[in-house]
């Protein structure tokens, strides 16, 4: 290459030139040059330049917006009597009873719960935050009236000349306060006072008043037929029936008379305590039922203007510490018949596989059926929330009853007790030869109808 560029001619361009020179020989070089200066920060507009520019640190939430119960580790025990935690200027409480954490608000019907069905009976030990209201604060200055607030005492006055329907003349001076001058010289008085436009009616009925006489088989039919394909409708799930949810029902008997209820998951398990609740808590009236699904009347002379106004909760209080379902040595057995019972369940045949959000009416009548032929029974629960099932073992305890012994791969494992006695006044009988009696016995008298 080198002979071949020596050849050229003097004034020609050497085409085959060399290779750009290697950055690592010219490094020493750039050693001398001073390095740029660094980019200067972005002033926000109105901050004096000798400000030190903001810290790049993530800056704390405000408590406001973070659940006093999330990451901390709050744990106050409650007294056994229970009874007032909680008090504040406004003669509002938070009291702990057999019906758990509840709120008392002075002028309201019943104690407020976040939820009035899914409530378990045993007493709760502790709190897993401070107590305090779930509502909104008492001190407003002016109930809602649909209307902002005026901004002046001057203004007020004007638009109340303008906007209230006023009667000429009534008079002089003599009126007092509840007249108001005009430049006109005349003096106006208003048709009604202010308070009577900003106070609701309340109603002083009973419920039975408010239900009136009993629906016939023919209204009933002809007030739940439009709505069994409606899609219109108070889903409840798995926390059963919460206090907003009360707020809700009144707002669809505002346009209907029937509220369409539809109801899945663990409180399917005891759907006669959702019935009871829904009727004490609204004051309406369940007239038809199928499944899952409750059909709630509000009654013949329901009027929505003087129903009870309910505060809205603003957020879900933190469940209480309640005693474990799962003992190590239930009741009624020694540690060795309680390892040996969880040992026998591992290989028992569970009755039924639970789906999610199902409805399950008829768990506790097979959980019974299953214990006239085994002291043990087992659920199938998997692919459910774990709260979801232990809730489920919960009710069951109570209304089977059983003691339960583990929550295991998602399964319920549960123990009829000591205490169990057959629905049946004689036991079934487990000899195979008698079932097959049984079964041709049958298949005659079948034989003999269709001849």
């Not at 560029?5 to 004034?11: D, K, N, T, V, Y």
């Not at 290779?19 to 200066?37: M, S, Y």
């Amino acid at each position: 290459m080198r002979h071949l560029a020596s050849s050229l001619p003097p004034g020609m361009i050497n085409l085959f030139s060399s290779p750009p020179p290697n950055p690592r020989i010219n490094e020493p070089l750039r050693h001398n040059v001073p390095p740029p200066p660094p980019p200067l920060p972005r002033r926000r507009p109105g901050r004096s330049p000798e400000a030190p520019p903001p810290s790049d640190r993530p800056t704390a939430a405000s408590p406001a917006l973070r659940a006093a119960h999330s990451r901390t580790k709050y744990y106050k025990p409650v007294p056994l009597a229970g009874g007032i935690i909680a008090a504040d200027d406004h003669d509002r409480k938070v009291v702990v009873g057999e019906s758990g954490v509840s709120y008392l608000v002075p002028g309201a019907p019943f104690e407020f719960q976040f939820s009035y069905s899914e409530t378990p009976k045993a007493k709760p030990l502790a709190i897993r935050e401070p107590a305090f209201l779930p509502f909104d604060a008492p001190s407003m200055p002016r109930p809602w009236t649909g209307k902002a607030p005026l901004k002046s005492k001057r203004e007020k006055e004007l638009k109340k000349q303008r906007r209230v329907r006023l009667l000429d003349p009534l008079g002089g001076s003599e009126q007092g306060d509840e007249t108001a001058e005009t430049g006109t010289g005349k003096v106006l008085k208003m048709a009604r006072p202010v308070s009577g436009l900003v106070q609701r009616p309340t109603d002083g009925r009973s419920r039975e008043e408010i239900l009136g006489k009993p629906l016939t088989r023919i209204e009933v039919k002809a007030l739940v037929k439009p709505h069994l394909s409606d899609n219109r409708q108070v889903n409840l799930g798995r926390d059963g029936l919460t206090h907003n949810m009360l707020e809700l029902i009144h707002t669809h008997w505002r346009r209907q008379k029937i509220c369409k209820v539809r109801c899945r998951g663990v409180p399917t398990v005891d759907m006669n305590n959702v019935c009871r609740h829904l009727e004490e808590k609204t004051g309406g009236k369940i007239i038809y039922r199928m499944g899952g699904v409750v059909y709630l009347f509000r009654g013949r002379n329901y009027d929505p203007r003087t129903r009870p106004r309910l505060p809205t909760m603003l957020w879900k209080p933190a469940t209480p510490v309640y005693p474990k379902l799962i003992q190590e040595v239930p009741e009624g057995l020694t540690r060795v018949e309680a390892v040996e019972f969880r040992k026998k369940g591992e290989s028992l045949l569970p009755i039924c596989k639970l789906a999610k959000n199902g409805i399950y009416i008829s768990l506790v009548r097979n959980v019974r059926d299953a214990f006239e032929g085994s002291p043990l029974a087992k659920i199938d629960c998997r692919g459910l929330h774990a709260s979801d099932y232990k809730r489920i073992g919960a009710k069951l305890k109570e209304l089977v009853p059983c003691v339960l012994l583990s929550f295991d791969e998602e399964q319920i494992l549960m123990w009829r007790g000591k205490g169990w006695k057959s629905k049946y006044p004689k036991p079934l009988s487990t000899d195979p030869s008698a079932g097959m009696i049984s079964v041709c016995f049958f298949f005659f008298l079948f034989l003999l109808r269709l001849i």
